[in-house]
């Protein structure tokens, strides 16, 4: 079965760039139609979807945060990165790497359907 | 961005009862609903695509229905394995954007 799991920093200055890594085991990030993804969740709050990388190499971002966002992926170790810059207290958040997948029904529906445990980032000087 | 609007925030609910929780979008979004189950400390996991599909493992006591604007997850039989927040997430228009969360009690 498909597993991901997050690497972090843990701990990141403000105005210091963010650099998280999802190792992707049992699968392969460069096979199939999946999108690999972020999402992050603020202490105590909801789901912030960050940026997703098609398994083509293709890559897409939330646009509240696009200027600061990287994402990429490396074949060789089946991992996807994410980097982001700048960095301030509102950065501050558990990140999730996750696959989406289309789900046919009526309609295909673009879910998250494996996820992360997550990582706990906090941005503090 | 589509702002989903879930209500309610905080649910209290007893053993076996049913619950409902509604989820809705700005505008029509015929039925791009997905939801999510985040049990305390875990990750989300995928319950319901497309509005009303059940995904593979999940209990058949959960359920979703609606199209366009309202959408809403049961739960026919609350169990003590439910305690968690469900986000519903529309993937209609990127950013694929979630509700805010209802936190379910017992």
């Known amino acids: 079965q498909l597993h991901l799991q997050e690497s972090g920093p843990g701990l990141v200055k403000p105005t210091e760039t963010l650099s998280l890594t999802c190792s992707v085991s049992r699968g392969s990030v460069s096979s199939g139609d999946y999108y690999w993804g972020w999402i992050r969740q603020p202490p105590g709050r909801g789901l912030e979807w960050i940026a997703n990388i098609y398994s083509s190499g293709a890559t897409y971002y939330n646009p509240s945060l696009r200027s600061r966002l990287s994402i990429s992926m490396d074949t060789s170790k089946n991992q996807f990165s994410l980097r982001l810059s700048s960095v301030t207290a509102a950065d501050t958040a558990v990140y999730f790497c996750?696959?989406?997948?289309?789900?046919?029904?009526?309609?295909?529906?673009?879910?998250?359907?494996?996820w992360g445990q997550g990582t706990m980032v906090a941005v503090s000087s | 961005d589509i702002q989903m609007t879930q209500s309610p925030s905080t649910l209290s609910a007893s053993l076996g009862d049913r619950v409902t929780i509604t989820c809705r979008a700005p505008q029509s979004i015929s039925s791009y609903v997905n939801w999510y189950q985040q049990r305390p400390g875990k990750a989300p996991t995928l319950l319901i695509y497309a509005a009303s599909n059940l995904h593979s493992g999940v209990p058949p006591r959960f359920s979703g229905s609606g199209v366009g604007t309202h959408f809403s997850l049961t739960i026919s039989s609350l169990q003590p394995e439910d305690v968690a927040i469900y986000y519903c997430?529309?993937?209609?228009?990127?950013?694929?954007?979630f509700g805010q969360g209802t936190k379910v009690e017992i």
């Open positions: 996750a696959r989406r997948t289309q789900m046919a029904a009526i309609i295909l529906s673009d879910v998250f359907d494996v």
């Open positions: 997430q529309q993937s209609h228009s990127p950013p694929h954007t």
